[in-house]
C-alpha cells in the first residue's frame, strides 16, 4: 500500500472509532435518581392516652389519618389511662430510633416526663391538644384556644340573650382547674359576663371536676336555689345529657323558639352538641369547637419540617384559634365541626 493511502486509512478508522464512542452514538440509558431523592418515610411514633370518649376518638382519626394520607409509617400504642405505661411506650418508641413522636399525654405531669426522654433521645415531640404543666424542655404543643373559643361561643349566647329585653341569670358548669383548658374556658366565660353588666346578674357557679355525677348534684343544687336560671354555659359538651336530666323534669328543657327556653352553649364541638343544634330541634344555640383536624395537620407540618432541618428539640406553641358554631353560621360551618361529621357519618 502506498503510504499516503495507508495513513489515510488510518485516519477513517480512527474518525469511525471516535464516532462510535460519542455519547451520541450510544443507546439511551434510563435516567438514574439522585442519591439521596425522592420522599423519605419517615417513622413517627403515636402514643395517645385512650379512645374513651368521642373527642379522643375524633382525635385519634385525625392524627392517624394526616400521618396515612402522607405515607408515613406510624407505631400506635395506647396506654389505657396508665401514665407510667405510656411513659414506657414511648421509650419503647425511642428504643425504635423513630423520627418523631406524637403524644396525646394521660395528664400535664407525664407530659414534662415524655419531653424530657425525647430531649434525651435528640427526638422531636409533639403535644396534642393537652399541654404540659410548665414550660420545661422543648416541644412542640399544639392547643386550642380556650379562652377566645369560649368567649366567642358565650357573645354569641349574650346576644341572643339581649332579645329577651331584660337581665338574665346565668350559669356556669366548670370544668377541673387543675386543667389548663378548663382554667380557660371559665375566663372566656366571664369575659364576657363581665363585659355586660347591664344584662347579666351575678353567674352561679358549678363545679363539675369533669365528672358528670359530680356535675348533676351541683346542677340540681344550683337549680334548687336558683329556678330563675335561664343562660346556661357547660365547659364541656360531654355534660350536655347530665343538664337534660337535670332540666327536663322542671319542665326548663326547652328547643329554641319555645316559652321558657333556656339559653345554651358549651365548648368541644361533639357529636351531641351537633344533634342539639339541628334544625327542629335545637336545644343548643351555640358551641365552641376545637379544629382537631387543623391541630393534626399543624402538629405534623411543624415535626416534618424539624425532621428534615435536623432541629432535634423544636420548641413552639401551635395555636389553634377554633371558631363557634352558632345556630347564625350553621348552614355554613356545620361540617367544619368535627362532632357534625361523626354525626352525619362523614
Known amino acids: 500500500m502506498k503510504p499516503l493511502v495507508r495513513i489515510f486509512s488510518v485516519l477513517l478508522v480512527f474518525a469511525f472509532l471516535m464516532a462510535a464512542c460519542s455519547p451520541a452514538a450510544q443507546p439511551a440509558q434510563p ?13 413517627i411514633c403515636f402514643a395517645f392516652q385512650d379512645l ?8 385519634h382519626k385525625a392524627i392517624t389519618e394526616t400521618l396515612k394520607a402522607r405515607g408515613y409509617k406510624v407505631v400506635e400504642v395506647n396506654s389505657q389511662e396508665d401514665a407510667n405505661k405510656q411513659l414506657e411506650q414511648v421509650k419503647n418508641c425511642i428504643a425504635q430510633k423513630v423520627d418523631g413522636i406524637i403524644v396525646i399525654p394521660v395528664d400535664g405531669s407525664i407530659a414534662l416526663k415524655l419531653i424530657a426522654e425525647a430531649n434525651k433521645a435528640n427526638i422531636p415531640i409533639g403535644i396534642f391538644n393537652r ?3 410548665s414550660d420545661e424542655g422543648n416541644a412542640l404543643t399544639v392547643v386550642a384556644n380556650n379562652e377566645k373559643i369560649a368567649e366567642a361561643t358565650v357573645e354569641y349566647m349574650a346576644q341572643e340573650a339581649k332579645k329577651l329585653g331584660r337581665k338574665v341569670k346565668p350559669l356556669i358548669m366548670v370544668g377541673d382547674l387543675g386543667d389548663p383548658n378548663a382554667v380557660g374556658r371559665k375566663q372566656g366565660f366571664y369575659n364576657v359576663i363581665n363585659k355586660y353588666p347591664d344584662l347579666f346578674e351575678t353567674p352561679v357557679e358549678v363545679a363539675t371536676k369533669w365528672n358528670a355525677d359530680v356535675a348533676r348534684d351541683g346542677l ?3 337549680m334548687t336555689a336558683n329556678p330563675d336560671i335561664d343562660f346556661i354555659f357547660t365547659s364541656s359538651d360531654f355534660l350536655y345529657p347530665t343538664i337534660q336530666g337535670v332540666l327536663e323534669p322542671l319542665g326548663k328543657w326547652k328547643k329554641m323558639g319555645e316559652e321558657g327556653h333556656v339559653i345554651m352553649g358549651g ?9 342539639l ?19 393534626a395537620q399543624t402538629l405534623l407540618d411543624a415535626i416534618v419540617k424539624a425532621i428534615e432541618s435536623g432541629d432535634k428539640q423544636p420548641d413552639a406553641w401551635l395555636d389553634d384559634p377554633g371558631f363557634a358554631l352558632t345556630q347564625g353560621n350553621m348552614a355554613q360551618r356545620e361540617l367544619d365541626m368535627w362532632g357534625c361529621k361523626l354525626f352525619h357519618g362523614k
Open 131 to 133: 399541654p404540659p404543666q
Open 267 to 275: 365548648l368541644d364541638g361533639d357529636k351531641t352538641a351537633c344533634s
Open 220 to 222: 340540681q343544687a344550683a
Open 277 to 295: 343544634m339541628q334544625p327542629g330541634n335545637a336545644y343548643v344555640d351555640a358551641t365552641g369547637v376545637q379544629d382537631l383536624y387543623f391541630e
Open 52 to 59: 374513651e370518649t368521642e373527642f379522643w376518638m375524633a382525635g
Open 31 to 43: 435516567a438514574q435518581p439522585a442519591a439521596g431523592s425522592g420522599p423519605k418515610q419517615y417513622t
